[in-house]
């Protein structure tokens, strides 16, 4: 059960001395109670009080990571049904699969798609997480050859190492050095040996159920074992049966905070369908409904877009709006006779505004103006890009020095601020641009200085 503000004050020592970066020891009690800081911030709260609190308010649905120090992979953490009660914490893992009965060529191939595969979108880079190695012969040999075939042909891939034996299991994990994978494979039968092996490499340890109730059981197993960081396979492989245990696991980790089912879950769309097609479309619906892990029989361009734009719209914080830094933006170098261009800071128009004008070509400066992320005539409708604000940021952004000319593109939209801006701005020129960014291009090098 989570704790109020007042229960974690009564555990801090309340000395009032700022350290933690907040005045009093009340409001940093409440910031822990509400999730946004660490009870780590104080350096005078006890350990025994550090493990209480920590442990109440750990998420319902437990955080793993996988990966090298630096470059982590990170799984659940969550703790809401849906998205638009707070919002989702770490976007679903894709992994691609490759096992010891493929030849070297398919393997290379998926490492290659793995590696190629990877696209940016508003400043975000999206791109497959894992990939995971199975050893699908149960042979020591192949599995580690295959698993160093892997590391080495991918050095930012989070690795899940697949076998049903914990001595490959083991042999596999050595080779892995600081990339911590995620040993995939326990029942009940080898509970006890990869609980084990999970604490001796520090790592997460896969369960490989047949249904929920053996999920359950293999996950009461590996925590009575002393394991803590787990990720759950119910061993559904119907795409009705992977969404229903899915809901299943997150309603009885956030609503009735059963433990056994805390932990993301990892789904095989790949052990679905052969069909490249129907295997996307089963992977989107697992996206959408809490799968923290997703592996693919292989990765094709078509078919992982889409799935990546999905992942990202799902994981955006709706409460946080995505923004840019206000600023004035030179595109392909301009000089005191490009022109000026400006627009908000919504990280969208942002990218699809400079993306328009890098396209064209044009030396431009792009003033960004800071309106919390709201786009054009939202921020205008809010009163956050109203001429005034717009003329102070012009007067004070330090465009003046940049350019001789007193030329300044505002967007179509906003036609009706002209007269405004022009009383503000009495010493510039006032230009109405285009509606849309597509037409920025031809605007930008039809301009001339007034
Ligand atoms: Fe209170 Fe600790 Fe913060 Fe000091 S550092 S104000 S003792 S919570």
């Known amino acids: 059960m989570a704790l109020t503000g ?3 004050l009564k555990m801090l020592p309340k000395k009032n001395c700022g350290e933690c970066s907040i005045p009093t020891c009340l409001a940093f009690a409440m910031k822990v109670a509400a999730g946004q800081v660490e009870i780590d911030e104080c350096p005078y709260v006890s350990d025994e009080a550090k493990a209480t609190i920590s442990e109440a308010s750990a998420p319902p649905i437990r955080t793993i990571k996988l990966g090298a120090k630096d470059n982590s992979f990170v799984s659940g953490g969550e703790t809401c049904m849906y998205r638009h009660d707070k919002r989702f914490e770490n976007q679903t893992g894709i992994a691609v699969l490759v096992t010891t009965e493929m030849s070297d060529a398919d393997v290379d191939g998926r490492i290659e798609r ?4 990877e696209y940016e979108r508003v ?3 999206m791109r497959a997480d894992l990939i995971a190695v199975k050893d699908s012969k149960n042979d020591e040999a192949s599995f580690v050859a295959l698993t160093k075939r892997v590391l080495e042909g991918s050095a930012r891939a989070a690795i899940i190492l697949m076998s049903d034996s914990a001595a490959n299991m083991e042999a596999a994990a050595k080779i892995c050095g600081d990339r911590v994978p995620l040993l995939y ?3 009940l039968d080898n509970a006890d040996d990869m609980a084990k092996l999970g604490s001796s490499f520090k790592a997460p340890v896969g369960v490989k159920a ?7 059981e293999i996950a009461e197993k590996l925590s009575a074992a002393g394991l803590k960081d787990m990720v759950i396979d119910t061993g559904a ?3 009705r049966a992977a969404f229903e245990d899915n809901v299943v696991a997150r309603r009885s980790a956030v609503k009735a905070k059963f433990k056994p089912l805390g932990f993301p879950t990892i789904t095989f769309p790949c052990e679905i369908t052969d069909d490249p097609m129907l295997e996307a479309m089963v992977a989107s619906v697992l996206i959408a409904k809490y799968a923290g892990i997703i592996v693919l029989g292989d990765l094709q361009g078509d078919l992982i877009f889409p799935l990546f734009l999905e992942r990202m719209n799902i994981f955006t914080d709706p409460q946080r709006p995505m923004v840019v830094t206000e600023d004035i933006y030179p595109l392909t170098g301009p000089d005191e006779n490009s022109p000026v261009v400006i627009t908000c800071n919504f990280s969208l128009t942002y990218f699809i505004v400079s993306g ?6 044009v030396p431009t400066w792009l003033l960004i103006k800071d309106t919390e992320g709201l786009s054009v005539l939202t921020a205008w409708a809010a009163g956050k890009f109203g001429a005034d604000l717009i003329a102070q940021f012009v007067k004070k952004g330090g465009i003046e020095d940049k350019v001789k000319h007193r030329d300044i593109i505002i967007p179509g939209y906003l036609a009706s601020l002209k007269g405004e801006l022009e009383e503000e701005l009495p010493d510039w020129n006032i230009i109405i641009g285009p509606r849309e960014a597509g037409h920025l291009p031809v605007f930008l090098k ?4 007034s």
């Open 210 to 216: 047949s249904n929920l109730d053996n999920c359950v």
């Open 123 to 125: 400043g975000v880079i």
């Open 446 to 449: 039809e301009w001339k200085p």
């Open 185 to 187: 494979g326990a029942t």
């Open 237 to 239: 492989r119907t795409l």
């Open 114 to 117: 793995f590696n190629k595969f």
């Open 6 to 8: 007042i229960q974690i």
């Open 356 to 361: 328009e004008i890098e396209g064209s070509k």
